[in-house]
């Protein structure tokens, strides 16, 4: 879907006399989500391309993906204000490499404001001043806000800055379980068959050696995070338990969070999203509110059921000064848009 039929209505014009768009961009490892609103909250283009986390694919290919995207769902109007929302922006570092990168750009000489898609997640799940949320994708990532602009974040670059979490790690721990089911040190797993299996490989060993030389790349364990959850809802013990650190995890990224910005003890939402998390598996979601109960009994899980470019437009609308009454029409339009093109 490129740009929406009808005219455009914005406040403000650009030098020519046409009227401004606000465009807001959520990229992640799979896909990346585009629009581009009026401020009166009309739906004025829609695209989606590949995945546009600098993380992963390099700043300036990630780069082409935003500039094709933005100059398709603004076509020919003026850009009044861009948000992107990518993961992958972890440190200010990596956000300012990017908006240096991106500063040549059209659409990113006025308004530009860019930083972790967490936010994006986060404010498609509610518009609290104070909250938190977790992402639980191919990897993990949490955070909270406070209603003064203070915010606590983590590094999230992997085991380097302590992290473990999301599909990529429930993958390499079900191949590090089952490779030492086959070889004596673990104890017997379905993992032992059902990995290889899922991987189309004959064996464990076959598939460690195929990842040795090269032959698969790492990133193939990440798709094995069903198997892992499905196998513990089955009730082998090995994948089971490897569900249980995960809800730990999350727990504990979520209440570490809320503690440095003292909302551990008060009525808080702390949104959860991302593929392992939305997934509805009753053993991990369960584990992760009673964990949360436990240390920070008033926080309030919900389970994202919007895409985080709804949060991506909210947040460009609110910075535009858009009415509420606006916010609320351009996240309404976003997620029909989101709907119609499943």
């Known amino acids: 879907m490129g740009a929406v039929n ?26 990346t989500d585009a629009v581009a609103l009026g401020r009166d909250g009309r739906l004025l283009g829609y695209a989606r391309g590949p995945r546009s986390s600098p993380q992963l694919i390099g700043l300036a290919p990630a780069v082409e993906v935003i500039d094709d995207l933005v100059t398709r769902v603004a076509a020919d109007a003026p850009v009044d204000a861009t948000h992107l929302y990518l993961s ?38 509610t518009g609290e001043p104070d909250a938190a949320a977790v992402v639980c994708g191919t990897g993990i990532n949490a955070l909270a806000v406070r209603a003064d602009g203070e915010v606590a974040r983590f590094a999230a ?13 429930l993958g390499s721990s079900a191949l590090w379980f089952a490779a030492r089911a086959v070889d004596g040190r673990g104890e017997p797993t379905a993992l032992v068959e059902a990995v290889p299996r899922a991987l189309g490989v004959a064996s464990i060993p076959q598939l460690i050696e195929d990842l040795h030389l090269g032959f698969l790349e790492d990133y193939v364990l990440a ?23 995960l ?17 551990d003890q008060r009525e808080v939402p702390v949104v959860l999203g991302g593929g392992v998390l939305t997934s509805g598996d009753v053993r991990l979601l369960g584990q992760v509110r ?9 926080a309030v899980p919900v389970v994202i059921d919007a895409a985080p470019i709804v949060g991506a437009s909210r947040l460009v609308l609110e910075a535009a000064g858009a009415a509420p009454e606006a916010v609320l029409a351009g996240t309404r339009a976003v997620t029909r848009a989101l709907i119609e093109r499943r």
Do not use: C, Q, Y
Not at 10 to 20: E, H, V
Not at 157 to 169: C, K, T, Y
Not at 228 to 239: I, K, P, T
């Open 88 to 125: 992958g922006l972890d440190l200010p570092v990596e956000i300012r490499a990017l908006e240096h990168a991106v500063a040549d750009r059209p659409w990113a000489r006025s308004g530009l404001h860019a930083d972790n898609d967490l936010f994006a997640l986060l404010r498609a799940g």
């Open 6 to 31: 009808g005219s455009i209505a914005a406040d403000t014009p650009g030098d020519d006399g046409r009227p401004g768009v606000l465009v807001a961009v959520d990229g992640g490892g799979s896909k």
């Open 157 to 169: 670059l992997g085991a380097i800055s302590g992290d473990w979490g999301g599909g990529g790690s």
């Open 290 to 298: 009673t964990l949360l109960a436990a240390e920070a009994p008033h």
């Open 247 to 263: 809800a730990r995890e999350v727990a504990t990224m979520a209440v570490a969070a809320l503690r440095r910005l003292g909302l």
């Open 223 to 245: 798709s094995l995070a069903p198997l892992v959850l499905r196998l513990a809802r089955e009730g082998d013990d090995v994948a089971g338990s490897i569900v249980d650190r």
